[in-house]
């Protein structure tokens, strides 16, 4: 979003090769931090030499974007073992289904 608005092409090859680059070599130092998109595109734009001063626009987003990222992974997370276990026929059905084993202090 903040190229186009300082007059960069954003499909051209000279720009999404070293952001490609950039972002792939900065996921490993930003990936287990809380909020790390922030600091990702602190690091992608002082990089690309594109103004630092918008990423204040992001943060006021990021904690949304972060909610529903996170619900997502969450919800990857539960289907994904359900499925394995349900592949590797290891799933108990029986206590899979039983609304007693639900923990009654964390529920909603």
Known sequence: MIAPSQGID?????FLIPLILI???????VA?????????ALIVLSSM?????????L????P???????ALNVNDSILSGTLTSKIMKKLNITKY???????KDIAL
């Open 10 to 14: 954003p499909l051209s090859p000279g």
């Open 23 to 29: 972002i792939g070599i900065s996921s490993f130092g």
């Open 32 to 40: 287990g931090v809380g909020g790390g998109a922030t600091f990702a």
């Open 49 to 57: 030499n594109l103004p630092v001063a918008l990423a204040g626009l």
């Open 59 to 62: 943060i006021t987003v990021e």
């Open 64 to 70: 949304l974007i972060d909610m529903g990222r996170t």
């Open 97 to 103: 289904n039983d609304k007693e084993s639900v923990n």
